[in-house]
């Protein structure tokens, strides 16, 4: 079975049978931080997300920035190019504001030869595919299509022209859990050699319990592959430190999916136990990454996958600030920005240099399409993609 049709998806690996639904429950590992308290600067959110200029795209589209605002003063702000997540303004251990994601001032910085020529994604939607297809080929009822290679041999996050190059059409709005942005996008048959028309939602709700939630649902009319996604990157120490060495990382998972020299999967689903993939238990970033050849840029695979489950938790001691991720997606990606070289100046002129931001990118696993024993990617006519990804924000102090 491929994606949800009435809200339940099962699928089979080796030794393991994965649920994943569409639900409400709590997260069964819940971080140990508390829900900070409004300060005194804190003012109610407003009925409506306000938005403003983000400068011209190149082909010459006024683009918009929202932001999005809860009762306590955090604020997340959004662009209707690539569904860029910008800024997460959220308080630390002692409640001042700070911005713990990486972004830029303006569209023409995502648009820059600079920016394009290290393809960071930096904040984006990504798809039609996030991640790898090897060789940028698969085979799907009985046709092999092939897709734009753009690393190396490979398609990587949609190919040349993905989600993160697309200007969607936004509209802010309000729900009962908070301030929302809608955004759509029609990926039509073909484009960048995917098959069907693929019409895809993607809302963002800002929630007063300091929470980001992306809820992802498309439909196609012809067999296609789908693997949505976000490519954030997170630094919680906002104005602390350069680099996320010191955030201690928890992963919920006993394997990962062992990659080659060109990051693509094996097959093989190894046991982190012993080795430095072994987030079961909290490490920081940087305590073994040495260990591994160019730093973390793998995919775990997550022992709970029935309803909403706890994807990874992140605590940053310098600031306070915790982040916990919580999906109903088999597998999470985590990449320790180890392409990032300081060539590219983000915010405020801040240089992202190696290690400025680490991503948690809920998925399903690199090149299912190419691997029958991964959980399937395939979307039908008829059938309903929909996944809920949700990163909140607490403190420790």
Known sequence: MSFRRSGLLAVTLPGL????????????????????????????????????????????????????????????????????????????????????????????????PAFRKANPYIGALIGRYGNRIAKGKFTLDGKQYQLPTNNGANSLHGGKTGYDQRIWEATPGTSAEGQTLTLKYLSKDGEEGYPGNLQITVVYTLTDANALQIDYTATTDKATVVNLTNH??????????????????????????????????????????????????????????????????????????????????????????????TTDQPGIQFYTGNFLDGTLKGKGGTVYGKHAGFCLETQHFPDSPNQPKFPSTVLKPGETYHTVSTYTFGVRK
Not at 28 to 34: I, N
Not at 273 to 286: Q, R
Request: glycine share 8%; hydrophobic share 35%.
């Open 232 to 325: 954030a990157y997170f630094n919680l120490s906002h104005g602390v430190s350069k680099d996320i060495l010191a955030h201690k990382v928890t992963i919920p998972a006993d394997r990962y999916t062992v990659v080659d020299a060109d990051l693509i999967p094996t097959g093989e689903l190894r046991p982190v136990k012993g080795t430095p993939f072994d987030f079961t238990t909290p490490h920081a970033i940087g305590e073994r990454i040495a260990q591994v050849p160019g730093g973390y840029d793998h995919n775990w695979v997550l022992n709970n996958t029935t309803g909403q489950h706890s994807a990874a938790t992140v605590y940053d001691p310098a600031s306070g600030r915790t982040m916990e991720v």
């Open 17 to 112: 049978l994965l649920l994943a639904a569409c639900g409400s429950n709590p997260s069964a590992e819940q971080t140990t931080a508390t829900a900070p308290a409004a300060d005194s600067t804190s003012t109610k959110a407003a009925a409506m997300p306000t938005s403003a200029s983000f400068g011209k795209a190149l082909d010459g589209t006024e683009i918009q920035l929202f932001t999005l605002t809860n009762k306590q003063g955090a604020k997340a702000a959004i662009t209707n190019y690539a569904g860029t997540l910008v800024s997460l303004m959220m308080p630390d251990k002692d409640g001042k504001m700070g911005d713990v994601v990486l972004g830029f001032d303006s569209v023409s910085d995502y648009q820059s």
